[in-house]
C-alpha cells in the first residue's frame, strides 16, 4: 500500500482503505506508581500512536486510548483493531518485588469500539489479549465527557472500569508457593474479576492545527483478585494515582 496517488483505476478496485486519512503521533510524560498496585513512585514516558480515516468533525481522544486502527468510522461510530505496548517488571528495578516472577515486555492486541451518543459525550471499550507478557484477557471501560471552553481549550473527565482473566493478575498479583517463601509475601492465587475502577480528567490545548497538547490526572482504586493480592495488602496499595503531560502532532494523507 503505497501513500501516494495513483492513476485512474476502476471505481471497483477502489477498497475500504481509499480515501483521507489521519495518523496521530506523540506520548506522554508520567508521574505514576513504579509498578501496578505500587505504593511508590516514579517518572516514566508512555508512547501514542492512532490511526482513522478523516471524519466530519474533529475525534475526541484521552490518553487512556492505546494505539488504535480504525476500520469503521462514520463520525459517530468507530471500531477496529488495538494494542498496547506493555514494559517489563523484575525485581532488579522494583524491590518490593523482588524474588517474584519477572512479567516479559510485550504487548497486548485486540478490538475497541466507540460511540458518540451527544455532541459532548464519547464511550469506548477495548479488549485485549495478553501477548508474552501475559496469557490474559483485559477489557477496558471509559466514558468521557468533554467541553470546549474556548476554540482551542478543552475539558474532559469521566468513569473508568477494567476487568482481567486469571492469566492477567496471575502474572501481575500472583504469588506461589516459591515466591512466598523467597519473598516473604503470603501465597495467592488469583482468578478473574474486577481489576480497578477510578475517574480520570484532562485540560487539552489545540496548540495549532496539528499539535495538541494536554494535561491530565487519573485515579484508580484497585478491586476484586488485585485488591486481594498479598503484594498489594502487604507491600503495595489499592489506591493508584497517576499526573502527567503529553503531546501529539497528526498527520493527514490520503490513499487512493
Known sequence: MALVAMGAAPAAAEGWF???????????VLHAPKFEGASGREFSFQPMISIG??????????????ISWAFVDNGTFRAGAAGKLIWGRDGDTHPAIRDLSEVKAGGEAGVFAEIYPTDFLRLRAEVRHGIRSHDGVVADLAADAFFDVTDTIQLSGGPRASWASAGY???YYGVDADEAIASGLSPYSPGSGIKSWGVGGAVTWKTTDQLTTSVFAEYQRLAGPAADSSLVRERGSKDQVLIGASASYRFDFSLR
Open 53 to 66: 480515516k478523516a471524519g466530519p468533525s474533529a475525534r475526541f481522544s484521552s490518553r487512556n486510548d492505546n
Open 169 to 171: 493478575h496471575e502474572a
Open 18 to 28: 481509499s480515501g483521507d486519512w489521519y495518523i496521530k503521533l506523540g506520548g506522554a
